[in-house]
């Protein structure tokens, strides 16, 4: 019934990956903690984005307004 052994011995290969792996994990973090800080920054210096549309919204209804005088103004030296 005991017939699994379990040998304790652990090569020098297997401590150099392990070495390796948790190596290329922890750059593999940093890099992306670096990313999601950049994204953070540029996320918080630029407006929101309902703020840019109603500002854009607001310059449509100017620039609509603007044309909608122009064309009267063409229409009254016309007639």
Do not use: C, H, Y
Request: proline share 3%; hydrophobic share 45%.
């Amino acid at each position: 019934m005991n017939a699994f052994k379990l040998d304790r011995t652990v090569g020098i290969g297997i401590i150099v990956t392990l070495a390796i792996q948790s190596a290329g994990a922890l750059m593999w973090g940093g890099a992306a903690e670096a990313r999601l800080q950049n994204l953070e920054k540029t996320t918080m210096t630029s407006p929101p984005m309902a703020e840019r549309m109603a500002r854009i919204e607001e310059q449509m209804t100017m620039a609509r307004q603007s044309l909608e005088r122009i064309e009267l103004r063409l229409n009254q030296e016309n007639n």
